[in-house]
C-alpha cells in the first residue's frame, strides 16, 4: 500500500471551488457559443432566465440575467437555434458549470425566419390574422396618425405623396423602428392613438399608418414582434402597414387591416387623387343634370300632349255661365214673392193677438216683481242688524282683552329702553331708563337697581310660629 502523501497542500471545499471557478473564468473569459436551447419555460419570478444550450453531443447550462435579459432584442425562445455571446463560470453550490449570457443572437437567417414562422403560427391560430376582423380604411379621412420615426425619409415621402394626392391632417407620433426598445415604443404608439378621446385637445386619427424604409430582417425585427402584431390587431383605427419595401414581409403586414408595399403605397392607400375625385364629382354633376334635364324635357312633352287632349276654358264655362244669367234673372221676381208671402203670414199671426191678454199677464208679472223687491229689502235689513250685533260683541270682547282694561284697574305697565315689556325684576338693572304706562298717560324713571323680594304667605300670616286657622 502507499504511503499517504502528507506534502501535499490541503484545500477547504470552498477554497477549491473557489480555486476552480477562478481557473475556468481566467481560461474562458468570452465565448461565442451556438446551440439550441432547450429547458426554457420563461424567465424566472426574479426576471433572470435559465436554460440549456445543446447539440447532438453535449449540453451546458446557461444563464441570462435581469438587466442583460431585458435589453435583449431577440429573447430566448425553446427549439431556437443561436449564438450566445459570454463569460464561462462555475456554480459552487452543485459542482457545476455555466454559461452567464450577454448577448443572443439568432444562429443564421433560417433561424429567424423559423422563428417569424413560428410566431406567425401562433398567432394565426388565436384568429388576429382573420378576414372577418379586417376593418374598411376610411375613403377620406380627416386626421391620419403616422407611426415612423421623425428623422427619416418615411415621413418626408408620406407628407409628400399626401399633399399631392389629398392634403390631410397629419399627427405624427415618433417612436425608434429599429434597435432595443424599439417594439415596445410602436405598440405604445398604437395604443395611443386609440386611447385619444374624440373631441380631446388632439384629435383622435380615423386612419393609422405604421411605415418604416426598407432594411435587413435585423433591421425589421421590431415589426415581428408579438407586441407589436397584437396592439395592430387590437387597434379599433384602421390600421395600415407601409414596412420596407415589396418583398419585405413582417407580422405586422398580417395583423393590420391593409398591407401596403412601401410607405408612399400606404400614403396613396390613405386618401384619394383629389383632382380625380374633383373630376369625377363633376362628371357624375353633369351626368345628373343631363339626367334631371331630359326628365323635365319629357315631363314638359307629356303636359303639352295632355293640354291639347283637353278643352279650352270657353268651352268648360260656356255652359254654368248660361244657367247662371238666368238664375240671376229670376231672383228678384223670387225675393219680392218670398217678401210677400212672409208678410202675409205675419198679417195673420197678428190678428190673432189678444192684446188685452198680454195686459193682464203684464200686470200679474209687475205684482210678481213688486214682492220681490219688498221681500228683499226686509232680507238686507235683517242681515244687517246680525253682522252689527256681531261687530258689537267683538269689539266688547276686544275691550275686555285688551291691556289697556288692565291699567285702568290700577295696574301699570314697564317697559326698557327698546320699549319691550319687561316681565320679572331680575331685569332690571342700576340705573336702566324705564318708561312707565299707566292708564291715564306714561312716565319716565330711572331704576335704583334695589330689588325688593316677594313676600311668602307665611311672611303675610303674621309671624314664623302662627299656625293655620284651618
Known amino acids: 500500500m502507499d504511503e499517504p502523501r502528507l506534502n501535499i497542500p490541503e484545500w477547504t471545499v470552498s477554497e477549491l471551488a473557489a480555486a476552480l471557478k477562478r481557473t475556468v473564468e481566467d481560461a474562458y473569459p468570452y465565448v461565442r457559443v451556438r446551440g439550441e436551447i432547450s429547458g426554457f419555460r420563461g424567465p424566472h419570478s426574479s426576471g433572470h432566465a435559465y436554460f440549456a444550450l445543446k447539440d447532438e453531443g453535449a449540453r451546458i447550462d446557461a444563464v441570462i440575467w435581469r438587466a442583460a435579459y431585458a435589453r435583449m432584442r431577440i429573447k430566448p425562445e425553446e427549439g431556437l437555434e443561436v449564438i450566445a455571446t459570454g463569460r464561462l463560470t462555475t456554480y459552487p453550490g452543485r459542482s457545476t458549470y455555466q454559461l452567464v449570457i450577454e448577448t443572443l443572437e439568432p444562429s443564421g437567417l433560417g433561424a429567424l425566419m423559423a422563428l417569424v414562422e413560428q410566431r406567425k403560427n401562433k398567432l394565426a391560430a388565436e384568429g388576429l390574422f382573420d378576414e372577418a376582423r379586417k376593418q374598411l ?145 363633376e362628371s357624375l354633376g353633369g351626368r345628373a343634370f343631363a339626367c334631371w334635364r331630359r326628365s323635365h324635357d319629357h315631363r314638359r312633352s307629356e303636359l303639352r300632349a295632355a293640354a291639347r287632349a283637353l278643352p279650352s276654358a270657353e268651352e268648360l264655362l260656356a255652359l254654368p255661365r248660361q244657367r247662371l244669367d238666368g238664375i240671376a234673372a229670376r231672383l228678384p221676381r ?41 221681500r228683499a229689502t226686509r232680507g238686507i235689513s235683517v242681515l244687517l242688524h246680525r253682522h252689527a250685533a256681531n261687530v258689537e260683541r267683538a269689539g266688547q270682547l276686544l275691550e275686555a282683552l285688551s291691556y289697556q282694561a288692565v291699567l285702568r284697574r290700577g295696574f301699570a305697565l314697564v317697559r326698557g329702553p327698546d320699549a319691550r315689556p319687561l316681565h320679572s325684576a331680575a331685569a332690571v338693572t342700576s340705573g336702566l331708563r324705564l318708561d312707565i304706562e299707566f292708564a291715564d298717560g306714561r312716565v319716565g324713571a330711572t331704576a335704583d337697581g334695589k330689588v325688593i323680594p316677594k313676600r311668602t304667605r307665611r311672611d303675610r300670616s303674621g309671624g314664623p310660629d302662627q299656625g293655620s286657622l284651618f
Request: charged letters at 25%; one cysteine or more; proline letters at 6%.
Open 137 to 281: 380604411l376610411p375613403y377620406l379621412p380627416e386626421v391620419i396618425g403616422v407611426v415612423t420615426s421623425p428623422h427619416g425619409a418615411v415621413i418626408r415621402d408620406i407628407l409628400h405623396r399626401l399633399a399631392d394626392r389629398f392634403p390631410r391632417r397629419v399627427l405624427v407620433w415618433p417612436v425608434r423602428v429599429q434597435g432595443e426598445g424599439a417594439a415596445e415604443e410602436i405598440a405604445a404608439a398604437i395604443r395611443g392613438f386609440n386611447a385619444l378621446p374624440a373631441g380631446g385637445p388632439a384629435p383622435r386619427p380615423d386612419l393609422i399608418i405604421v411605415a418604416r424604409g426598407g432594411g435587413s430582417i435585423e433591421d425589421l425585427w421590431a415589426f415581428n414582434e408579438e407586441i407589436v402584431a397584437r396592439a395592430a390587431a387590437e387597434s379599433l383605427i384602421a390600421l395600415i402597414s407601409g414596412v420596407g419595401h415589396e418583398t419585405d414581409v413582417t407580422l405586422i403586414d398580417f395583423a393590420a387591416d391593409k398591407r401596403a408595399p412601401t410607405p408612399t403605397a400606404a400614403a396613396e392607400m390613405a386618401v384619394p387623387v383629389r383632382a380625380e375625385l374633383i373630376a369625377r364629382v
Open 334 to 374: 223670387a225675393l219680392i214673392a218670398n217678401a210677400r208671402l212672409h208678410r202675409a203670414d205675419f198679417s195673420r199671426c197678428a190678428a190673432r193677438l189678444d192684446v188685452a191678454l198680454l195686459g193682464r199677464r203684464l200686470t200679474r208679472e209687475g205684482e210678481r216683481v213688486t214682492a220681490l223687491s219688498a
